[in-house]
């Protein structure tokens, strides 16, 4: 197995669905739900991108699309002997260190009172109900104040926070 299959698709060929994974996933880039393509295109190229092509994922057996009936994307699960227990459908994951305060540290889950430390950087096999509850893990965050916020800014207290993931991971295979 080599990587995930690309192809570079013109930006004027791309269909609505690869314009918003681009602009959205690969650059970062906030697209609305009901953006146009002429708009997804105008965001691409004041973003700076320099190419008149896009990557896109080809279609692969190697790789099938995984969804469920609703269309949404899900990862790929096998049966697991967890902790030497009985087997269960778990998926493959892996935490990434952070550069904060216990970025470097194991992460624990816990559910309906059983508590599991998942190492950062390795691959592990997590039950899907622990997955479930670190997609579900999430903070806020603030935007700090600097010293080029005003007086009246600081009296009109917390800003509006954002709302991230408390520990990010991805899905390995």
Known sequence: MTGLPVEHVAISKANLK?????????MGLDVAEDAKKADIIALIEAAGWPKDTIPTLQKSAEFPAISDSDGIPRPRTFMHKFNGGAER???AIVIPEEDKV?????VPVSCNGVQIWIPRNERH?????YVEILENAEMFVYPPITAETTMQQMEMGLREPRVV???????AA
């Open 165 to 171: 993931k408390q520990y990010p991971f991805s899905y």
């Open 89 to 91: 459908q778990c998926v």
């Open 125 to 129: 096999a997590i039950p899907l109900e």
């Open 102 to 106: 216990g970025g470097s540290e194991p």
């Open 18 to 26: 690869q314009l918003q994974d681009f602009a959205g996933v690969m």
